[in-house]
């Protein structure tokens, strides 16, 4: 498993380049991409692609190589392999083949943009990709509201406004840091609530980059003593569907579904 840039080429270990230099073949999601990198390092290795449309099939060939003895390395587009990339398919079954798997760390968008984010690190919870239905967003945002750790996910620049908007409405106007094109020349953290944020993108003539959103833990909270039916109504009304308020509340009071929709019942 071998972490490669996630934009600036120099940010790659030696041991990285001397291992891609020295396995049989390289398995990659983009041939193309992966070659660039190759050839600012003069490395001249056979290539595979592995990628999310071929990855069943392609780790059955690649498990049939690596029980000959070959040597294979793993890498994604940018960043470390897995992380929020293919190879789970392909490491599971490895370690059940009783094969060895080897990490070779590096760069990972995230841990970079955390690291100089200002926000707390000593929790953090890596969602990776969100939905992209809005109802789904929304109720996954409620689950992890009382968390008490900095939330990070990435966006692409096409759903960055709207999942501001989710964030908003089920976090609250926390804190939140955005962190774009991480080691390119054009790198930018942008700070303030969702809204603000929100309002500083729609501005621009054009998003581009793919984003880490990093949102601010949960602070502590009075014991909440909404009324149960205000308190799934208010999820409902921002976009969650009935039973996953029911269940958000249920977790959020202690209680069971079953209790929450019993102690709704009463009230009618």
Request: proline content about 6%; hydrophobic content about 40%; some cysteine.
């Given at each position: 498993?071998?972490?490669?840039?996630?934009?600036?080429?120099?940010?790659?270990?030696?041991?990285?380049?001397?291992?891609?230099?020295?396995?049989?073949?390289?398995?990659?999601?983009?041939?193309?991409?992966?070659?660039?990198?190759?050839?600012r390092?003069?490395?001249?290795?056979?290539?595979?692609?592995?990628?999310?449309?071929?990855?069943?099939?392609?780790?059955?060939?690649?498990?049939?190589?690596?029980?000959?003895?070959?040597?294979?390395?793993?890498?994604?587009?940018?960043?470390?392999?897995?992380?929020?990339?293919?190879?789970?398919?392909?490491?599971?079954?490895?370690?059940?083949?009783?094969?060895?798997?080897?990490?070779?760390?590096?760069?990972c968008?995230?841990?970079?943009?955390?690291?100089?984010?200002?926000?707390?690190?000593?929790?953090?919870?890596?969602?990776?990709?969100?939905?992209?239905?809005?109802?789904?967003?929304?109720?996954?945002?409620?689950?992890?509201k009382?968390?008490?750790?900095?939330?990070?996910?990435?966006?692409?620049p096409?759903?960055?406004?709207?999942?501001?908007?989710?964030?908003?409405?089920?976090?609250?106007?926390?804190?939140?840091?955005?962190?774009?094109?991480?080691?390119?020349?054009?790198?930018?953290?942008?700070?303030?609530?969702?809204?603000?944020?929100?309002?500083?993108?729609?501005?621009?003539?054009?998003v581009?980059?793919?984003?880490?959103?990093?949102?601010?833990?949960?602070?502590?909270?009075?014991?909440?003593?909404?009324?149960?039916?205000?308190?799934?109504?208010?999820?409902?009304?921002?976009?969650?569907?009935?039973?996953?308020?029911?269940?958000?509340?249920?977790?959020?009071?202690?209680?069971?579904?079953?209790?929450?929709?019993?102690?709704?019942?009463?009230?009618?």
């Amino acid at each position: 498993m071998v972490a490669t840039p996630i934009g600036n080429l120099e940010d790659i270990s030696p041991r990285a380049l001397r291992i891609l230099g020295e396995v049989d073949v390289i398995a990659c999601e983009d041939t193309r991409h992966t070659r660039k990198l190759l050839d600012r390092y003069g490395i001249s290795r056979p290539l595979v692609s592995y990628h999310e449309h071929n990855e069943q099939a392609r780790a059955t060939e690649l498990l049939a190589d690596l029980q000959t003895g070959r040597n294979i390395a793993l890498v994604s587009d940018a960043g470390t392999p897995l992380i929020a990339d293919p190879g789970y398919r392909l490491v599971e079954q490895a370690r059940e083949q009783g094969l060895t798997v080897t990490p070779v760390p590096g760069a990972c968008a995230f841990i970079a943009a955390l690291s100089a984010s200002g926000l707390p690190t000593d929790a953090f919870l890596f969602i990776g990709f969100l939905p992209a239905k809005q109802g789904q967003r929304r109720k996954l945002l409620a689950e992890w509201k009382s968390l008490p750790a900095t939330l990070v996910l990435y966006e692409a620049p096409h759903r960055i406004l709207e999942t501001l908007e989710d964030i908003a409405a089920t976090l609250g106007e926390r804190h939140v840091v955005l962190a774009r094109e991480l080691t390119k020349i054009h790198e930018e953290f942008l700070r303030g609530t969702p809204s603000e944020l929100a309002v500083k993108l729609a501005a621009r003539d054009s998003v581009k980059g793919e984003f880490t959103v990093m949102i601010a833990r949960a602070e502590s909270e009075p014991i909440d003593d909404t009324p149960l039916d205000d308190a799934v109504e208010k999820l409902v009304a921002s976009g969650v569907p009935r039973m996953d308020a029911l269940k958000t509340v249920a977790r959020q009071r202690g209680l069971s579904k079953r209790e929450v929709y019993k102690k709704l019942h009463e009230r009618e």
